[in-house]
């Protein structure tokens, strides 16, 4: 009997395949928009959480006064950082993996006959393990030319195009740059990170730290220290431990407040990931309300189909039909209406969800579990607002129905 009915209710939809395709296209638009607002929120939600780990691996920030990372020094007769507050949190805070003293300046770098303005960063080599960075040929610092402060220096993928070109093979490796007053030698190139929410972090010349504090800055003072925790490593004990150490280290009596800043990587990251998916919910919801309009249409399309077919139900009820089996017919043709929208809001927000993730430039993630309860939540439009018009089929007089003009 089922089996009966679902082809009735796929031959009433045929028949009327205009009618048919503008009921199912509140559905259609409902079923697209949430997925692909739900897609596109967690492709978002992904792209931040990769930025903030491209900064560097579970790292902890300590800036002094209490600016955010990248406003450059405390200022404002803040102390510095020196390059023994490094060797003390390094050797005295458990589960720190490497901890990098950072120096950073400004300024135009010139090689090959181009110049070009780009950040200046004089750290150890501790610095390319907080930061998570790979090296795409060349290689980096050794300890003599730490200690000494050599003339060396490992440059960022944008300074390498921009200076010694795009064409492939054009390293600039051993290639002479010149930074200010001096000239480094090139020896390595460091693999392409691009774009986060502090700018081009490709746009980068590293220096060992002494050779910035000769050459460029004349001060032995660090702008800030990078902190790699440990894989798995609780954040908030650590940075429990390194404030007490850091208030003892800048003589700081119970009453002051702290004259520098912890920034945590990973409450950013999970603080913007939850503020995304918080927004893609609303959004979602938003989205949400036409498939309640959609249903609403279903609803009116199948009261005028029931009318126009009033004699057709009359007849069937007279030679016999029972009243669940009509009840059954336009109830199945209410959810065949509402799961194929459903199907083609999926292939629609498929479609779109791809084409707008790569304008983005986000990642594509496709839900499989969004999509089917979508698809679900589809088909149970279909019953609920289906549901009256066939309860009224089936309640009909067959007399009654059999005497409709």
């Known amino acids: 009997m089922l089996y009966s009915v679902f082809i009735l209710a796929l031959r009433s939809v045929q028949r009327n395949l205009l009618r048919s395709f503008l009921t199912i296209l509140g559905i259609v638009i409902g079923v697209a928009a949430v997925i692909t607002m739900v897609t596109l929120g967690n492709g978002a939600t992904q792209a931040i959480k990769m930025q903030i780990s491209s900064l560097g691996t579970n790292l902890l920030m300590i800036n002094p006064g209490q600016r ?57 080599n501790a610095w390319f393990i907080t930061g998570n960075w790979k090296l795409a040929s060349g290689r980096i610092f050794d300890k003599d030319e730490q200690r000494a402060g050599a003339a060396v220096c490992v440059i960022g993928e944008t300074v390498r195009r921009e200076l010694f070109g795009g ?25 392409a990170k691009g774009q986060s929410g502090m ?33 798995g490593r609780d954040s908030t004990p650590l940075k429990a431990s390194l404030r007490q150490l850091m208030r003892e280290r800048r003589k700081l009596a119970d009453g002051d407040d702290d004259n520098f800043n912890i920034f945590d990587t990973q409450q950013l990251a999970e603080t ?75 292939l629609i927000a498929a479609i779109a969800s791809y084409a707008i993730a790569s304008l983005m430039s986000v990642p ?42």
């Open 68 to 124: 955010q990372p990248g406003g450059g020094g405390g200022g404002g007769g803040v102390p510095q950082f020196t390059e023994t507050d490094a060797e003390a949190i390094q050797s005295q805070i458990g589960g720190v993996a490497a901890v990098a003293p950072q120096s950073r300046s400004s300024a135009t770098v010139i090689a090959n006959g181009r110049n070009w303005s780009s950040s200046i960063y004089g750290s150890t």
């Open 272 to 346: 913007l990931s939850s503020t995304t998916k918080v927004l893609t919910t609303l959004l979602g919801a938003v989205a949400a309300v036409s498939l309640l309009v959609g249903g609403i249409g279903i609803m009116n399309i199948m009261l005028v189909s029931v009318t126009e077919r009033t004699r057709e139900i009359g007849l069937r009820l007279a030679v016999g039909a029972l009243e669940r089996e009509v009840l059954l017919q336009f109830l199945i043709e209410a959810v065949v209406l509402s799961a194929i929208g459903g199907l083609v809001g999926i």
């Open 167 to 191: 064409k492939i093979g054009e390293t600039g490796l051993g290639s002479q740059l010149r930074i200010k007053q001096f000239s480094c030698s090139v020896i390595g190139i460091l693999a």
């Open 199 to 231: 700018g081009d972090q490709d746009d980068a010349v590293v220096v060992p730290l002494h050779t910035l504090q000769r050459r460029v800055t004349g001060s032995k003072k660090v702008n800030s220290l990078l902190v790699s925790m440990l894989e």
């Open 364 to 405: 594509f993630i496709f839900d499989i579990g969004v999509n089917m309860m979508s698809f679900l939540f589809s088909a149970g439009i279909g019953v609920l607002f289906g549901y009256f018009p066939a309860r009224r089929a089936a309640q009909m007089d067959p007399i009654v129905a059999l005497r409709h003009e």
